[in-house]
C-alpha cells in the first residue's frame, strides 16, 4: 500500500528557532501533498496544500511567511515553521495522494509533534 | 459525530459487540466519502470508502452507510476489539476536487 513517511516523528525547541518537517511518498509520486494542523481533542485542519513545482495554496488565515511550503520533487514536501513560537505547538501531518488518482483516499504520515518552549 | 468544543463524542462498547459511529457531512456535492481511524500520536489511518453512486459498503468488519438525502454517513465495526479503540474520522471530497474536509471525530473505547 501507499506509505507517506514523516519527519521528525518530535520536536522541542526554543522559541524563535525555526522548524523544518519533512514529508515522503515511499512508493508513489505525488503531485499534490497536503499539510494538516491538529490540535488536542479536535480534527484536521487543512493549512496548505503542498503543489510540485509551484507555489503552494494556502487556506485562510494560515500566514505564507509563517509556514514555508516546498515541493521540490514527486515524492518530497517540507513545512519550516519559522520564528516558531509556544502557540505553534502542534501536530502536524501531512498526506499525499498518488498522482493520477481523483477518486483515491490520501495517505497520511504519522505526524510531527512540536512543541515550542 | 461532531465534536462540541473541545471534546470529542465518546462511544464505548463492550468487546465483541457492533459499533455504530455516525457523521453528518455538510456539502450535497461532496460525492466520495471516507472513514479514517487515528490512533494516539499517529497520522489517520484509512479504513473505508465510498462514493455518492452508492448507499453501502463492506469491508473487513466493516461497513459504511451513506444517505444522501439527509447527509449522513455512518461506520459499523462489527465484533469490537479492544485494538478498535481510536478515534474515527469521517471526511468528504470532491471526486473531481483535491480537499478533504473532516468531520469533528469520535472516540471509540472499547471495554474488554
Known amino acids: 500500500g501507499a506509505v507517506v513517511s514523516q519527519h521528525p516523528s518530535r520536536v522541542i525547541c526554543k522559541s524563535g528557532t525555526s522548524v523544518k518537517i519533512e514529508c515522503r511518498s515511499l512508493d508513489f509520486q505525488a503531485t499534490t501533498m497536503f499539510w494538516y494542523r491538529q490540535f488536542p481533542k479536535q480534527s484536521l485542519m487543512l493549512m496548505a496544500t503542498?503543489?510540485?513545482?509551484?507555489?503552494?495554496?494556502?487556506e485562510q488565515g494560515v500566514e505564507k511567511d509563517k509556514f514555508l511550503i516546498n515541493h521540490a520533487s514527486l515524492t518530497l514536501s517540507t513545512l519550516t515553521v519559522t520564528s516558531a513560537h509556544p502557540e505553534d505547538s502542534s501536530f502536524y501531518i501531512c498526506?499525499?495522494?498518488?498522482?493520477?488518482?481523483?477518486?483515491?483516499?490520501?495517505?497520511f504520515g504519522d505526524g510531527t509533534r512540536l512543541s515550542i518552549l | 459525530g461532531e465534536s462540541v468544543g473541545l471534546h470529542l463524542p465518546t462511544l464505548s462498547v463492550q468487546e465483541g459487540d457492533n459499533s455504530i459511529i455516525n457523521c453528518a457531512y455538510s456539502?450535497?456535492?461532496?460525492?466520495?466519502f471516507i472513514w479514517y481511524k487515528q490512533e494516539s500520536g499517529k497520522g489517520p489511518q484509512f479504513i473505508i470508502d465510498i462514493r455518492s453512486n452508492m448507499d453501502k459498503r463492506q469491508g473487513q468488519r466493516v461497513t459504511v452507510l451513506l444517505n444522501k438525502t439527509v447527509k449522513h454517513l455512518s461506520l459499523q465495526i462489527a465484533a469490537t476489539q479492544p485494538g478498535d479503540s481510536a478515534v474515527y474520522f469521517c471526511a468528504e471530497n470532491s471526486i473531481a476536487g483535491n480537499m478533504l474536509t473532516f468531520g469533528g471525530g469520535t472516540r471509540l473505547m472499547v471495554k474488554p
Open positions: 503542498s503543489n510540485e513545482g509551484s507555489k503552494a495554496t494556502y
Open positions: 456539502n450535497s456535492a461532496s460525492d466520495y
Open positions: 498526506s499525499a495522494r498518488p498522482t493520477g488518482t481523483g477518486n483515491q483516499p490520501q495517505h
